[in-house]
């Protein structure tokens, strides 16, 4: 499958400022990646698929302009959240579909805590 | 996203014994039903994958069974061991890595030494 670097793994901020997550595809290009949430004891819930070179498309309720997605290069996609509350406490984790189409491989998360 | 639908939501197992988790699906353009383990602050990573073309596949201690008329596929561990204990999701896609996975909502197992 692909190799995924997540970073950071963790990031604690205070509430109203933005934070910046990063999802690197290190052994292909990928022209979309997911992005997903995963709050305690549940599953993940997909936010957003990413187009490099193009708009995000975003699920049905997720704020487009507070998780601000780019994906500028075929190698790099970043989760931005801005105005972080607390409410947006959660784990978020980027997947890349493996090389040939067959399957996907998941970040190793971050966990984000605004206090 | 289009349901998929897991059981149980926990499991208790004792070492040495069999662990299956059942899910079920309503689309049937999905093309792509993995199974994913992920342990507590960790993304999750692949078991095992199958494809409806093919009713059952086997890798080591894990196997799926696929059923397309009923629209279910189960997760079965063999010879479950302590480092088994983690939480499994089914997934399941629409051609596969260009459309994004719909999660199950989990399966906590725990094996029991």
């Known amino acids: 499958g692909a190799v995924v670097s997540q970073h950071p793994s963790w990031v604690i901020c205070k509430s109203g400022t933005s934070v910046k997550i990063e999802c690197r595809s290190l052994d292909f290009q990928a022209t979309t990646m997911f992005w997903y949430r995963q709050f305690p004891k549940q599953s993940l819930m997909l936010m957003a698929t990413?187009?490099?070179?193009?708009?995000?498309?975003?699920e049905q309720g997720v704020e487009k302009d507070k998780f601000l997605i780019n994906h500028a290069s075929l190698t790099l996609s970043t989760l931005t959240v801005t105005s972080a509350h607390p409410e947006d406490s959660s784990f978020y984790i980027c997947?890349?579909?493996?090389?040939?189409?067959?399957?996907?491989?998941f970040g190793s998360g971050t966990r984000l805590t605004v206090v | 996203q289009q349901q998929v639908k897991q059981s149980p939501q926990s499991l208790i197992v004792q070492k040495g014994g069999i662990s299956i988790i059942n899910c079920a699906y309503e689309n049937t353009a999905f093309d792509y039903f993995p199974w994913y383990q992920q342990f507590p602050g960790k993304g999750p990573a692949l078991l095992i994958a199958i494809r409806p073309d093919v009713s059952e596949k086997k890798e080591g201690r894990f196997t799926i069974s696929f059923n397309k008329s009923a629209k279910q596929f189960s997760l079965h561990i063999m010879d479950s061991q302590p480092g088994d204990s983690a939480t499994y999701f089914c997934a399941a896609s629409i051609n596969a890595g260009r459309r994004a996975l719909t999660f199950g909502s989990g399966t906590r197992l725990q094996v029991q030494p």
């Open positions: 990413s187009n490099e070179g193009s708009k995000a498309t975003y």
């Open positions: 997947s890349v579909p493996d090389r040939g189409n067959y399957g996907y491989t």
